[in-house]
C-alpha cells in the first residue's frame, strides 16, 4: 500500500480482538480497536493521528451538542477471498462529506485526509474486517463542532474521527412501509441533503409513530404538498412500475445523494433498463397498487444495499405487493453489487480500492 500521508499511530495495548465473536455481531455495538482523529483549528486541519478507540473529552458547553453542527457518512469494506480488503466507492462519501460540511458551515476536509485516514486506520485493523459472503467492516466517519461556546454561530473548531464496527450477514426481511403525510423530513431550502445529525433526530418521532401502527418505517413525502414520494426511512426509494425504474431526482435539496442509489442508477442505464428520476405521485403509486402495475419497491442504502418492500400503506389503506422473486431487478442489481463489492465479479467503473 503506497501512503503519502505521515500519520503517527498509537496502538492499543490490549487488543479486543480474542474477546470478539464474530457469529454473534449486532450491528454497531462491536467496535474495532482504532480510531483515526483530525483536529481543526486556526483555518486547518492538524494533529492527524490514530489512536485506540476510546471515550472523548467533551465539555459541557460542546456547541455541537447545543446547536447540532455534526455531519456523518456510512460506508463499508469487504474482505475478497484472498484476505485483500475492498472499499467500495469511499471517495464518493468523501465528497459527500464535504458537501454536507459546506451546508452546515463546517469546514471540508482534503479528500486525500479521509481517504488517507481510512485505508491506514483499515491496514492497522485488518483482522477486524470480516470475512464471508455478507459480513463487511461497517465505517462511520464524522465531524462536529467542538467550541466550548454556546453563542449561536458556526464554531471555529471541529473533530474529524473515522471508527469502524465489525457487521455479520445480515438478511433485510422485506419492510412494511407507511406513507407519511404530516411530518416532514426534509423541504426545500432546508438540510434534506445533507448527512446531518439533526435530521435524524427529527425523524424520530414520526418513525415511532409508524413503529406503533405496525410498520418498520415511513415513506417520506415532500413537505410542501404530502404528495410526491421522497425517500423510504434512511434510504433512497426505487419504484419499478411496468418495467420502467422511477426514482426521485437530487436536485431539489431534499434528498439525500445515497451512493447505492447511485450505483443502482449506473446499472440500470447500462442494462438499459428504462429509468425516471422524478418524482413519484402518492396517487401515481396508489393507482400503480390499485392496477397492480408495481411490479417492486425497495429501498437503497450502505447498510441494507437493498430492502425489499412488502406492504405499503396509502391513505390508510394497506396494499400487498407482489411477492420478490429471484429474478426481479432488485435481486439483479443486490447480486452484481455484491459481486463487485467482494472481489468475485470485475469493477469496471472505478469503485474498489484495495488494501
Ligand atoms: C445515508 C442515507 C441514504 C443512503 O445513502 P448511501 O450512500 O446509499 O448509504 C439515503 N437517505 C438518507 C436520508 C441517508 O441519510
Redesign the pocket.
Known amino acids: 500500500m503506497k501512503t503519502s500521508l505521515a500519520i503517527p499511530v498509537q496502538k492499543t495495548t490490549k487488543s479486543k480482538l480474542p474477546e470478539t465473536d464474530f457469529s454473534t455481531l449486532v450491528f454497531g455495538k462491536t467496535i474495532s480497536d482504532h480510531m483515526f482523529v483530525a483536529d481543526y483549528k486556526n483555518g486547518e486541519w492538524t494533529d492527524l493521528r490514530i489512536e485506540p478507540y476510546g471515550a472523548l473529552d467533551i465539555h459541557p458547553a460542546n456547541a455541537a451538542l447545543h446547536y447540532g453542527q455534526s455531519i456523518f457518512?456510512?460506508?463499508k469494506a469487504y474482505k475478497n477471498e484472498k484476505g485483500e480488503i475492498l472499499i467500495f466507492?469511499g471517495d464518493?462519501?468523501a465528497h459527500?462529506m464535504n458537501e454536507s460540511a459546506v451546508r452546515m458551515c463546517m469546514p471540508e476536509i482534503p479528500e486525500e485526509i479521509f481517504m488517507e485516514g481510512l485505508l491506514q486506520l483499515l491496514d492497522l485493523d485488518r483482522d477486524w474486517v470480516p470475512s464471508g459472503k455478507g459480513a463487511s467492516l461497517y465505517i462511520r466517519p464524522y465531524m462536529f463542532a467542538t467550541d466550548n461556546y454556546i453563542g449561536v454561530k458556526p464554531s471555529e473548531t471541529y473533530k474529524f474521527i473515522i471508527f469502524t464496527c465489525p457487521v455479520g450477514a445480515y438478511y433485510s426481511k422485506p419492510v412494511n412501509v407507511k406513507v407519511e403525510t404530516d411530518f416532514t423530513?426534509?423541504t426545500e431550502g432546508g438540510t434534506?441533503a445533507a448527512?446531518t445529525a439533526g435530521?435524524?433526530a427529527a425523524?424520530l418521532f414520526p418513525a415511532l409513530q409508524a413503529q406503533r401502527a405496525g410498520y418498520d418505517q415511513l415513506l417520506w413525502t415532500d413537505g410542501k404538498s404530502h404528495s410526491k414520494i421522497e425517500?423510504s426511512?434512511?434510504?433512497?426509494v426505487m419504484f419499478d412500475i411496468n418495467g420502467t425504474l422511477i426514482t426521485a431526482p437530487t436536485n431539489t435539496g431534499t434528498?439525500?445523494?445515497?451512493?447505492?442509489?447511485?450505483?443502482v442508477v449506473q446499472l440500470a442505464k447500462d442494462w438499459g433498463m428504462p429509468l425516471e428520476e422524478r418524482f413519484l405521485t402518492v396517487s401515481e403509486l396508489q393507482e400503480a397498487l390499485e392496477k397492480g402495475t408495481l411490479r417492486e419497491a425497495f429501498?437503497?442504502?450502505?447498510?441494507a444495499t437493498i430492502a425489499h418492500i412488502a406492504k405499503i400503506n396509502v391513505n390508510g389503506k394497506d396494499y400487498i405487493l407482489p411477492e420478490n422473486k429471484a429474478n426481479a431487478f432488485s435481486n439483479k442489481v443486490l447480486n452484481e453489487l455484491d459481486g463487485i463489492k467482494y472481489g468475485d465479479i470485475a469493477d469496471t467503473r472505478g469503485w474498489i480500492v484495495k488494501i
Not at 255 to 263: A, F, H, N, Y
Not at 299 to 303: N, S
Open positions: 457518512e456510512g460506508m466507492r464518493a462519501n459527500r423530513r426534509a434534506g448527512k435530521n435524524y425523524s425517500e426511512g434512511t434510504m433512497n434528498i439525500l445523494k445515497g451512493i447505492t442509489r447511485d450505483s429501498g437503497t442504502g450502505t447498510a
